[in-house]
């Protein structure tokens, strides 16, 4: 369901990204969960430390994914200050199920995806929209669509803010506020864009649409059918 309200409504918006054992919900486990509601936390905020072997659980390990996070196994596995998975994949759920809230991050549905896969029987993710913040830079800027590009939360940063930002390991925490800080850059270029353009504020549905617009146009790049 979409929040039935202004696109200025930070309160309609979930800021989600996990840290993983690698790329596969099917092998592979959270070991990082951040999220936060709005750009305030008001209504919501938290990070955990995740032990992904807990329960008798043995997901893979990727070497890659640890290179990217910068957690080495010994200080996950065992580890009593970390959580099972299953208590931050529950608490974004109950969270979602409150009210309509957007699921916004770099990727958004990777991270979804390993919430998804650690709630226990009986518990499931409702239907939620998505604002996948790579979809919005290339609404707002096509131009940046070249062969080589990879656009992500660092590419973004980068070119939106100067800030490479990460020279140093990612950290869940670290990519939601970085996700909030690329989110309001881009809906505040698209707010004046469209306010020019409409003579009124837009609502959260238009821009989802928006979004959707970069979706595509990602796909006809990448050669794929829209």
Not at 85 to 102: D, K, N
Not at 136 to 157: D, K, N, Q, S, V
Not at 160 to 178: K, M, R
Request: aromatic share 8%.
């Amino acid at each position: 369901m979409i929040p039935d309200t202004d696109a200025l409504d930070d309160d309609a918006f979930l800021f989600l990204d996990t840290e993983t054992t690698g790329l596969d919900t099917g092998r592979h486990a959270m070991i990082e969960l951040a999220f936060c509601v709005g750009l305030t936390g008001r209504l919501g905020s938290e990070v955990f430390l995740i032990d992904p072997y807990r329960d008798g659980r043995c997901p893979a390990w990727s070497l890659e994914a640890e290179a990217v996070h910068g957690v080495p196994l010994t200080s996950v596995r065992g580890a009593p200050h970390r959580w099972s998975p299953v208590t931050p994949a529950i608490s974004v759920a109950e969270t979602l199920r409150i009210r309509p809230l957007v699921v916004v991050g770099s990727n958004p549905m990777f991270d979804l995806g390993f919430v998804g896969a650690a709630l226990p029987g009986g518990h499931s993710l409702p239907r939620v929209e998505v604002l996948d913040l790579r979809d919005l830079f290339a609404a707002l800027h096509p131009e940046e669509l070249t062969p080589e590009a990879r656009i992500g939360l660092e590419f973004m940063m980068r070119r939106l803010t100067g800030q490479p930002n990460y020279e140093q390991p990612h950290s869940a925490a670290g990519d939601v506020a970085d996700a909030q800080l690329v989110f309001s850059i881009l809906r505040r270029r698209f707010l004046d864009a469209f306010v020019a353009s409409e003579g009124h504020l837009p609502l959260v549905a238009d821009l989802l649409d928006f979004t959707r617009s970069g979706r595509a146009l990602r796909k006809l790049r990448r050669g794929e059918a829209v």
